[in-house]
């Protein structure tokens, strides 16, 4: 059944301790007035030069165990966030990713490796959320085999049981208000700009009771197979998501090209 009024998950991504600290704190209060239990995507042993953004915060595993004390659930993003298989992903929203593609054997020692590292720090990763959303059929066996049995991805409108797992879909990347459905927010601290912040504090302050949990999601809205019509919802919801992609990659061509 497709919760209504909507059902609203908020996801960080990319949060490693050279997360941008000073964006990334911009959210914390807004999480600790509105009562928010997030989804925390980890990045377990983080390579991605990219996201090296401050020096490394020798309190980050503390705050991130007390964000899980407090209701949030933490997932594994990845392992070290390097980006460079090619491989077909389920989702294909990316041309590179960092596991699909992998051999199995080298994805089941990644995934061992990171959740060894969470769990040293005192985590309990509870779900899955794929770097660039790439993830291959081997990766859902080796994280059935690990002791993981959800994801945070996909593009129904409902939890859903696919590959031996339960998908919790991820369909936004700002708050939209929806009339019905589950919707989880993704958002990314080291890009986020102050204008989010507030859009954000905004929903929330008119949203903040439609905000649920993945605790809450996996105990009350029972996930099974996705029904025909939600099927092809999902699949024409992806549909637009890859035109959308490609428009910012047309427009993104022509400012450079205007710009040379």
């Given amino acids: 059944m497709i919760p209504k009024p909507a059902q609203y998950l908020l996801r960080f991504d990319d949060l490693c301790p050279t997360v941008s600290r000073t964006r990334w704190e911009r959210f914390l209060p807004l999480i600790e007035e509105f009562e928010i239990r997030p989804i925390l995507a980890v990045i377990p042993d983080n390579l991605d030069h990219s996201l090296e953004l401050s020096p490394p915060d020798p309190e980050f ?80 066996r080796v994280l059935r085999e690990q002791g993981i049995h959800a994801l945070s991805d996909g593009f129904s409108r409902v939890p859903y049981r696919r590959g031996g797992l339960t998908w919790i879909p991820q369909q936004l990347w700002e708050p939209v208000d929806k009339p019905k459905g589950l919707w989880t927010i993704c958002i990314h601290p080291n890009t986020a700009g102050s204008s989010l912040v507030m859009q954000l504090q905004l929903f929330l302050r008119h949203h903040a009771a439609q905000f649920t949990s993945v605790e809450r999601v996996l105990d009350e809205l029972c996930p099974g197979e996705l029904s025909w019509g939600e099927r092809l919802y999902e699949k024409l919801a992806l549909w637009r998501a890859h035109a959308s992609r490609a428009r910012k990659r047309v427009r993104s061509r022509r400012h450079r090209s205007s710009s040379s």
Wanted: with cysteine; net charge positive; glycine share 16%.
């Fill in 61 to 140: 595993w503390a705050g991130m165990r007390a964000m899980q004390t407090a209701g949030a659930t933490i997932g594994l993003h990845g392992y070290q966030h390097i980006c460079d298989s090619r491989g077909q992903s389920l989702l294909a929203l990316h041309r590179s990713s960092e596991f699909a593609g992998v051999a199995e054997g080298v994805q089941r020692q990644w995934i061992r490796a990171g959740l060894e590292i969470l769990r040293g720090h005192g985590l309990n990763p509870k779900l899955w959320v794929a770097p660039r959303h790439g993830f291959d059929g081997n990766t859902l």
